[in-house]
Nanobody
Framework: QVQLVESGGGLVQAGGSLRLSCAAS????????MGWYRRAPGKQRELVAA???????NYADSVKGRFTITRDNAKNTVYLQMNSLKPEDTAVYYC???????????????WGQGTQVTVSS
């Protein structure tokens, strides 16, 4: 009974900015790592950014210095601030979270439905 819902995608010109949000809801005991993945047309899914249950972060080399991942544990929400967007950033962005539900079950990965980001040249 855990769901992840992304928002904030859209169409933006090169050099512009977008902020993606992903809110987890349901019977959640705790959330471990959270991250953002993306899949461009004709390409495989790739990790964009990840953040631990603390504050440690990891970024793909292609977005390092342009994107920033943050989380608000009180809101069970992870954000991806995307600046200096490039056409090659165009993709469907998916939120991922490793969640321990309130039910007596082990933690497992959950995925959002994805949000489209399109960057025009």
């Amino acid at each position: 009974q855990v769901q992840l819902v992304e928002s904030g995608g859209g169409l933006v010109q090169a050099g512009g900015s977008l902020r993606l949000s992903c809110a987890a809801s349901g019977s959640i005991f705790s959330i471990n790592a959270m991250g953002w993945y993306r899949r461009a047309p004709g390409k495989q899914r790739e990790l964009v950014a990840a953040i631990s249950s603390g504050t440690r972060t990891n970024y793909a080399d292609s977005v390092k210095g342009r994107f920033t991942i943050t989380r608000d544990n009180a809101k069970n929400t992870v954000y991806l601030q995307m600046n200096s967007l490039k056409p090659e950033d165009t993709a469907v962005y998916y939120c991922n979270a490793n969640v321990k539900p309130s039910l007596p079950l082990r933690a497992s990965d959950y995925w959002g439905q994805g949000t489209q980001v399109t960057v025009s040249s």
